[in-house]
């Protein structure tokens, strides 16, 4: 394969929906790999939350303290800082101090999020960025979902960065002491760090990326993000059919019915 | 590309929370140098010390078979070490 895409995915709490994101997540990476993109992701935890998430997601998690491998890298670190966890993610995903094939890019996202493979079959040359405009929230409840368009020069949070604009930062590009804004804090830096930086939109549809919200667990509401709303749908799961295997829908409309 | 500031391990000495620290409290950053300069002029922050941060401080474990592939691909250490899009970048 001549590309390679790894995955940065801090996780602290909600274990059972953060299971099921990385189980659709490890989907992507197979869809990827039939498409010449050998993707893979690293999990950044501290002990506990390591620990339980290998408990309901097996051996997708490695466990760092008794050196276990599994599918995804796992880096044990405290949960003080949420963007220290994705500077040590994006390290152990680029730096060639730590990882012998370093990643060709590298996708920082949420642990609560799905993402169409399709959206990553097309990655960023040069000074470039990818960003993604277009996306949907689902409702703490399981029961509404959007069509949103979050309207900054980065789109959502999820971006595609080649390791070369990392690098620039000591593959840690965002701001080690912050506890949000994390995305928007590691384009600043590389805005600010690479000359000529370009960040582009390679939208292809609402349901492109997915954020599952849970009640009293997110920076971010769903009455919160309610500013990039432009539709409502009341089925998620009907919404979501087509795009995404039908065994991770099942097993998140599971999740929301408990 | 232009050069990054070094790590800090910080105070906040000020009665004042300083980018969300509490007063009393140390945090590691890699503030800018200006920016530094000022908030220890005016006694917000006091440098406890200059560190080299990162993984070296976490444990971590790779995906398994990532590294053992590499010799399957057959990547030159080189190759490793700067691919081609990192060369055009830096050109």
């Not at chain 1, 506990?48 to 050196?67: C, E, H, K, M, V």
Request: hydrophobic share 35%; charged share 30%.
């Amino acid at each position: 394969m001549s590309r390679t895409l790894w995955f940065v995915v801090p996780v602290h709490g909600r274990i059972e929906l953060a299971a099921i994101c990385l189980r659709q997540l490890a989907r992507t990476c197979d869809e990827l790999a039939e498409h010449e993109i050998e993707a893979s992701a690293v999990i950044v935890a501290d002990r506990t939350n390591l620990r339980d998430l290998r408990r309901q997601a097996g051996n997708l998690i490695g466990i760092p303290a008794t050196g276990r491998p599994g599918r995804f890298a796992a880096i044990e670190r405290r949960n003080d800082f949420l963007s220290m966890r994705f500077n040590d993610g994006i390290q152990l995903a680029c730096d060639p101090r730590f990882n012998s094939r370093p990643a060709d890019f590298v996708v920082p996202c949420g642990s609560d999020d799905w993402i169409d493979y399709r959206i990553l079959l097309e990655l960023p040359q040069n000074r470039t960025v990818f960003g993604f405009k277009r996306m949907s929230f689902v409702r703490e409840d399981g029961k509404q979902i959007t069509r949103s368009f979050v309207n900054y020069r980065g789109g959502c949070g999820i971006r595609i960065y080649p390791r070369a604009l990392v690098k620039a930062l000591g593959y840690r590009p965002a701001d080690e002491d912050r506890r949000r804004g994390c995305d928007t804090s590691i384009l600043f830096n590389v805005t600010r760090a690479v000359p000529e930086l370009q960040v582009e939109h390679r939208d292809l549809h609402d349901r492109q990326i997915v954020d599952w919200k849970t009640a009293g667990a997110n920076v971010n509401s769903y009455r919160g993000v309610s500013i990039h709303t432009r539709e409502v749908q009341d089925d998620p799961f009907a919404e979501l059919a087509g795009v995404f295997p039908e065994r991770s829908i099942a097993e998140m409309r599971a999740h929301y019915r408990r | 590309m232009i050069a990054t500031p070094a790590y800090g391990r910080y105070r906040v000495t000020s009665d004042r929370a300083f980018r969300d620290h509490d007063p009393g409290s140390e945090f590691v950053a890699r503030l800018d140098t200006a920016h530094e300069r000022r908030a220890v002029r005016r006694r917000a922050i006091e440098l406890l010390e200059r560190i080299d941060f990162g993984l070296e401080s976490a444990l971590y474990v790779m995906p398994k078979g990532w590294e053992d592939s590499a010799e399957t691909l057959g990547r030159s250490d080189e190759d490793r070490r700067l691919s081609s899009l990192e060369r055009r970048v830096e050109a």
